[in-house]
């Protein structure tokens, strides 16, 4: 009988579907069990037992997660870094320290299978390509992992390998986002389903061509080259293939070490990661839609290098220009003029059915954080303030999400901005986010030291900037 290949990621989506629900069903009995015996239990002896149940499904979960990868994975390390009312608060930190591991140390694939990919993917063995490559994965993430190496020029490089049937467990997943989907409707009720389903498809899909991935990482390195903090790693163009993505190897301290720094530090880190996950859209109309730590490195220079860019969308001037109107009708306390904009964007069909006063808080209660003219510390409680203005039923804003419909070009940057609001509520950052937004918006004063640097590259640099005129100043009592 030929021995069972535990390495292998199942592919099929019944597979897939009821490996993951094992998990849930098994850890529901179990926790059942605990409770029910916790009753002729003291309180400590209980405590501790619920405590060692609570520990043993976030490991199962990290486990089963790790095997799937794929989209499923993608779930799991959502969640490690998105703080949740979700899971009882004394067991939060439990989870997100279990989940946490699936950024960076997720169940590597042995090296015979990703010798396999080499192998297929290049004419030449990895001997003469490279003076050394390292057999064990340096990183693991959900659908590939990354090697150390190194060329015989004596450059180093990182050398991401995709998942052998990755591309099948992926397809599978897709098969499920009608129900993941469904799910999604009954929470955020002004989802488009069916626009938003071929949107997510279409950026997943894209994330499996690394050859297109190493065309938008070669895009942002050109917008960035020199850049006095933002760091893009340089692709090595005739290494990279399908599935094989080689680029210049980048040493730094993880997000978990920059959690433990100064809080000043976190500060600083924190308004690179807002600068570039936003900013990028005025700089290049191009942005990384997955605003996720793992990628994040603090290089020693200070500067925050980038790394992954599977998922990415560009957006076209059009799109930017009304995004910053509806900005404008918001800070000009404009109700009406918000509901037209955002008709025009597309995330209202009727506006006249919709209170354009309630509108109004629903924005602010979103991205409040981003639009009140003061410094703001992101905490767990503003992450949850705005999670749940956009998926809790109990919200006084349910009925007019309703009405509310998400375009699907507008999916990916909620997406972007919900997880990097997600990464400064760890880091617990604190600026005026408003006043650095200004900056591209309308072309204001640099608002920070950080906002110097970068005016003074870009003006170096020549770096395109899609500002509208500034915004006209308040008549002065004179005029009045």
Same mark, same amino acid.
Request: with cysteine; charged share 30%; proline share 5%.
């Given at each position: ?10 592919? +099929?989506?019944? @597979? ?8 849930? +069903? ?25 405590? *060692? ?9 990290? &486990? ?16 490690? !870094? ?15 320290? *279990? ?9 590597? $694939? ?29 990183? &693991? ?63 997943? $899909? ?6 297109? =991935? ?10 960035? @080259? ?15 293939? =399908? ?5 210049? /190897? ?34 290049? *109309? ?32 059009? *799109? ?43 924005? %602010? ?8 003219? %003061? ?21 006084? !804003?349910?009925?007019? $999400? ?22 400064? +509520? ?13 900056? /591209? /918006? ?12 970068? %005016? ?12 509208? @005129?500034? @915004? ?9």
């Amino acid at each position: 009988m030929a021995r069972k290949d535990d390495s292998a990621i199942p592919t +099929g989506r019944v @597979r897939r579907t009821a490996g993951l629900g094992s998990v849930v +069903g098994a850890q529901g009995a179990r926790y059942a069990g605990t409770r029910a015996a916790n009753l002729g239990r003291s309180p400590e002896q209980a405590s501790g037992a619920l405590e *060692q149940r609570h520990l043993e499904a976030a490991e199962k979960m990290v &486990a089963t997660l790790g095997r799937m990868k794929g989209a499923a994975m993608k779930i799991g390390q959502l969640a490690s !870094f998105i703080d949740t009312e979700f899971l009882p608060p004394e067991y939060r930190e439990l989870y997100q320290t *279990q989940l946490a591991t699936l950024r960076s140390t997720a169940p590597p $694939m042995p090296w015979e299978k990703v010798r396999s990919v080499l192998d297929e993917e290049w004419e030449e063995p990895v001997e003469e390509l490279f003076e050394d490559f390292d057999h064990d994965a340096a990183a &693991a993430a959900s659908i590939g992992q990354v090697h150390r190496a190194s060329l015989p020029d004596g450059r180093r490089v990182a050398v991401k390998v995709q998942y052998p049937g990755v591309a099948a467990a992926i397809a599978a997943d897709m098969q499920n986002a009608g129900l993941i989907l469904r799910l999604a409707k009954a929470l955020a009720p002004g989802l488009d389903a069916k626009a938003a389903a071929e949107e997510l498809k279409e950026r997943v $899909m894209e994330e499996l061509d690394y050859e297109l =991935e190493a065309q938008s990482q070669r895009a942002f390195a050109r917008g960035y @080259r020199a850049h006095p903090f933002i760091h893009v790693p340089d692709v090595f163009t005739r290494l990279s293939t =399908e599935r094989v993505l080689v680029s210049e /190897w980048v040493d730094g301290a993880t997000f978990e070490e920059v959690q433990t720094l100064p809080q000043a530090e976190r500060d600083r880190f924190g308004e690179i990661v807002f600068r570039f996950c936003f900013g990028s859209i005025y700089h290049l *109309q191009h942005f990384n839609a997955d605003a996720h730590p793992g990628n994040y490195l603090l290089v020693p220079n200070g500067r925050v290098a980038f790394l992954d860019f599977g998922m990415t969308k560009q957006l076209d001037h059009d *799109q930017i220009a009304l995004e910053i109107a509806a900005l404008e009708a918001v800070f000009d306390d404009d109700p009406e003029e918000l509901r037209v904009a955002l008709h025009d964007l597309g995330f209202l069909s009727d506006p006249r059915k919709v209170d354009a006063e309630l509108l109004m808080e629903h924005v %602010r209660a979103v991205g409040g954080w981003y639009m009140e003219d %003061r410094e703001v510390t992101i905490d767990s409680a503003r992450v949850m303030e705005a999670i749940a203005a956009v998926s809790d039923p109990r919200s006084s !804003f349910y009925r007019l $999400m309703r009405r509310e419909n998400l375009p699907a070009n507008e999916l990916m940057g909620r997406r972007m901005e919900s997880g990097v609001l997600a990464v400064l +509520g760890q880091l617990r950052a604190t600026r005026n986010w408003n006043r650095i937004g200004r900056e /591209w /918006w309308f072309g204001d004063p640099p608002a920070t030291e950080l906002g110097e640097l970068e %005016r003074a590259w870009a003006e170096v640099n020549r770096v395109s900037r899609p500002y509208r @005129r500034p @915004r006209a100043a308040e008549p002065g009592p004179e005029a009045r």
